[in-house]
């Protein structure tokens, strides 16, 4: 099976830096994504990390350690309109079947 | 190019009458992936479906719940004798699929089932 754990909430200042912890347990592991999700509106994609490392992407940035079973979102600079729930998802390579953590709810304070 | 189309938008059914939740994927995109939202809470994955085959329904509840993507047309989840749990954010997601290099998968907007 898999298991996927992310912390519920997180809050920060505007102009600070956020972390958001990940870790998985999945057999067949063939990828992490992050996804953000604003209050209604459907997830749209941030990230995909397959090799062990960090990949950066403007003021967001994702790692992975695949021998851990860990990956955190970076979040830089951070702006109102990055308050959001910031989903996890691991892709089982048996199968392609994505299955996503909780989510991380971050608020982003002025 | 068109994204992922769900619908409809919002939906409102009675106790006991069927909702019908219509996916239609990104064009070329052959993987189709059916997740329910529960309010404040994240995805749960329902079904994973290809081109007429169903490939992974572990996430539906085993009564009341169907799901198919025939070869033309879009995928459809099916909910027969609606209850009031069943009201939930429905979100479609599709993708390249495996061995494509393409595996990154595009949501719909979702469609939001009241049942009252």
């Known amino acids: 099976g898999q298991n996927i754990d992310q912390p519920t909430e997180m809050t920060a200042t505007e102009g600070a830096i956020v972390q958001i912890n990940c870790t998985y347990q999945?057999?067949?592991?063939?990828?992490l994504f992050w996804y953000q999700q604003h209050a209604g509106e459907a997830p749209t994609f941030l990230s995909y990390?397959?090799?062990?490392g960090l990949e950066e992407k403007g003021r967001f940035s994702s790692f992975l350690s695949r021998s851990k079973g860990y990956s955190y979102l970076l979040l830089k600079e951070l702006q109102m309109k990055d308050s959001a729930s910031y989903l996890c998802?691991?892709?089982?390579?048996?199968?392609?079947?994505?299955?996503f953590g909780g989510g991380t709810r971050v608020l982003v304070k002025p | 190019n068109a994204g992922v189309m769900q619908n409809p938008r919002h939906l409102v059914r009675r106790r006991g009458q069927e909702a019908r939740l219509r996916c239609s994927p990104m064009?070329?995109?052959?993987?189709v992936y059916w997740y329910r939202q529960l309010p404040e809470e994240g995805l749960k994955f329902m079904v994973y479906?290809?081109?007429?085959?169903?490939?992974?329904e572990s996430g539906m509840p085993k009564e009341r719940f169907s799901a198919e993507f025939p070869k033309e047309g879009p995928s459809i989840l099916r909910i027969q004798q609606v209850v009031r749990g069943d009201s939930a954010a429905y979100f479609c997601?599709?993708?390249?699929?495996?061995?494509?290099?393409?595996?990154?998968?595009?949501f719909g907007q979702g469609t939001r089932l009241t049942v009252v």
């Open positions: 479906l290809q081109k007429e085959n169903i490939i992974d």
């Open positions: 998802a691991a892709l089982k390579a048996a199968g392609n079947k994505l299955t």
């Open positions: 990390n397959v090799l062990d």
């Open positions: 064009k070329g995109h052959s993987h």
């Open positions: 999945t057999s067949g592991f063939n990828g």
């Open positions: 997601a599709s993708s390249l699929g495996q061995g494509s290099g393409g595996t990154e998968a595009f």
